[in-house]
C-alpha cells in the first residue's frame, strides 16, 4: 500500500496567478498520475508524471497550462498556470491505480 | 466521449438490505476495472477490483462482477451499512495504470 500527501488542501487564487500543487508518496512508485474533478463532473486524467523524462499529456491537456515535476519516485508537483475561473476544479494525485491524495480544492476568482 | 458510464447518479438503500451499483464500458481493449469510494474533501479511496479475465471478485462485503459480453459490471454491497453513504465511481484501465472514471453515483443508506 501507499500513502500519499498532497497539499495544499484548498486554496482561493486570483485569475492570471499560478498554483503547484505537490504529492508525497511513503514509497517508491513507478507511476504516478494527476486527475482533475471539475464541479459535478467525473475525474479526468491530465497527465502521466514521468521520473526523469518529460509527463505525457492526455488530449486538452497541454505542458505550457500543467507543467508537471517528477524529479524522483516519491514526489510530483502540478502547476496550474495563468489562472482563469474554468480552472476551478479539484486536482488529485495517484499512485498506481489504487491510491489517490486527498485531493487539492481550488478556486479561482 | 465517455467510455465509462454510471447511469444512475443516485441511490438510496435502506440499512441491512443490499445495494447494487451499475457500470457500462465502451471500450473493448479496457482488462481492468476498479470501484471507488469517496466522501466530500477527501480522494477515492480504492475498494475492490477484477481483471477481465474473471467474471466475480468478492472482498467482505463488496462483490464485483464482470460481465464482458455485455460491457457491464457490477459492485454489489451487502448488507448496506450507514457508513457506506458516499459517492461510488466506477473505473477501467487498458494495458496501463491510466484510468476511465465513470460520473459516480451517490448512494444514501437509511437507517
Known amino acids: 500500500s501507499a500513502v500519499i500527501s498532497q497539499k495544499p488542501s484548498r486554496d482561493i487564487c486570483q485569475r492570471g496567478t499560478s498554483l503547484t500543487i505537490q504529492c508525497q508518496v511513503d514509497s517508491q512508485v513507478t507511476m504516478m498520475f494527476w486527475y482533475r474533478q471539475q464541479p459535478g463532473q467525473s475525474l479526468t486524467l491530465i497527465a502521466t508524471?514521468?521520473?526523469?523524462?518529460?509527463?505525457?499529456?492526455e488530449s486538452g491537456f497541454v505542458i505550457d497550462k500543467f507543467p508537471i515535476s517528477r524529479p524522483n519516485l516519491t514526489f510530483s508537483t502540478l502547476t496550474v498556470s495563468n489562472m482563469s475561473p474554468e480552472d476551478s476544479s479539484i486536482y488529485l494525485c495517484?499512485?498506481?491505480?489504487?491510491?489517490f491524495g486527498q485531493g487539492t480544492r481550488l478556486t479561482v476568482v | 466521449d465517455q467510455q465509462v458510464k454510471q447511469n444512475s447518479p443516485s441511490l438510496s438503500v435502506q440499512e441491512g438490505r443490499i445495494s447494487i451499483l451499475n457500470c457500462d464500458y465502451t471500450n473493448s481493449m479496457f482488462d481492468y476495472f476498479l470501484w471507488y469510494k469517496k466522501y466530500p474533501a477527501e480522494g477515492p479511496t480504492f475498494l475492490i477490483s477484477?481483471?477481465?479475465?474473471?467474471d466475480k471478485n468478492e472482498d467482505g462485503r463488496f462483490t464485483v462482477f464482470l460481465n464482458k459480453s455485455a460491457k457491464h459490471l457490477s459492485l454489489h454491497i451487502v448488507p448496506s451499512q450507514p457508513g457506506d453513504s458516499a459517492v461510488y465511481f466506477c473505473a477501467a484501465s487498458a494495458n496501463d495504470y491510466k484510468l476511465s472514471f465513470g460520473a459516480g453515483t451517490t448512494v444514501t443508506v437509511r437507517a
Open positions: 508524471a514521468n521520473q526523469g523524462s518529460e509527463a505525457t499529456y
Open positions: 495517484s499512485a498506481g491505480r489504487a491510491f
Open positions: 477484477i481483471s477481465s479475465i474473471k
